[in-house]
């Protein structure tokens, strides 16, 4: 498969561990935050998303926490599995408007079984 | 329900060339975005299509175009490729303004 990036941040972790992988956001503006999950030769995956008005969102097995003071976002993976070994991307919408998701570099998740 | 479909998967074209891609979005989708991805600059907004309506645009060249038809499919189209047009282009659909964003696979286009 492709490559998605040369120099990304690699986080290890150990299978059935938690992961947690951090993005800054650049604008104090954005509406809508998601995270992504993209595997070698396919395209993003949506994982989880939050808006503005909340703080911490949960799905199965994921959690993503929003701080708007500091610009940051997390996501949370519980119980780490081979599977979940990929390419990370938060991105952002500024919103409201038509303006288009802004991503970040990414996080490369690797999981040591 | 099906996924975002592109076509083709993989495209190789020589400098100069012109090439164009196609997405069919989800059944009942409005939107479709379309993505370059390379590994030096990641993910970066091409162009935004809504009920056949660009309605938002990257910063890229006039080079690249796209259309939006009204059963929501979309293409783009690159002309006068140039080396650094090698890139994985995706497309992605939603139902419309501030609604999850759905990917399709890609295209992978090789510029020789």
């Known amino acids: 498969g492709e490559s998605v990036g040369l120099h990304l941040p690699t986080l290890s972790v150990q299978e059935g561990d938690n992961s947690i992988i951090n993005c800054a956001y650049s604008?104090?503006?954005?509406?809508?935050f998601i995270w992504y999950k993209q595997e070698s030769g396919k395209g993003p995956q949506f994982i989880i998303d939050?808006?503005?008005?909340?703080d911490k969102r949960q799905g199965q097995r994921v959690t993503v926490l929003l701080n708007k003071t500091v610009k940051h976002l997390s996501l949370q993976i519980a119980a780490t599995q081979p599977g979940d070994s990929a390419v990370y991307f938060c991105?952002?919408?500024?919103?409201?408007?038509?303006?288009?998701?802004?991503f970040g570099k990414g996080t490369r998740l690797s999981v040591i079984a | 329900k099906a996924g975002v479909t592109q076509t083709p998967r993989y495209l190789i074209k020589t400098r100069g060339q012109q090439v164009t891609l196609s997405c069919s979005p989800i059944?009942?989708?409005?939107?479709v975005s379309w993505y370059q991805q390379t590994p030096g600059q990641g993910l970066q907004f091409l162009f935004e299509?809504?009920?056949?309506?660009?309605?938002n645009k990257g910063n890229f060249p006039g080079r690249f175009s796209g259309r939006q038809f009204s059963n929501s499919r979309s293409e783009m189209n690159v002309s006068t490729l140039e080396l650094g047009d090698s890139a994985l282009y995706l497309c992605?659909?939603?139902?419309?303004?501030?609604?999850?964003?759905?990917f399709g696979p890609g295209t992978r286009l090789l510029v020789l």
């Open positions: 992605a659909s939603s139902l419309g303004f501030l609604e999850t964003q759905y």
């Open positions: 939050i808006r503005s008005n909340m």
């Open positions: 059944s009942g989708h409005r939107s």
């Open positions: 991105a952002e919408n500024i919103g409201p408007g038509n303006t288009p998701l802004v």
């Open positions: 299509y809504f009920s056949e309506t660009q309605r």
């Open positions: 604008n104090s503006a954005s509406d809508y």
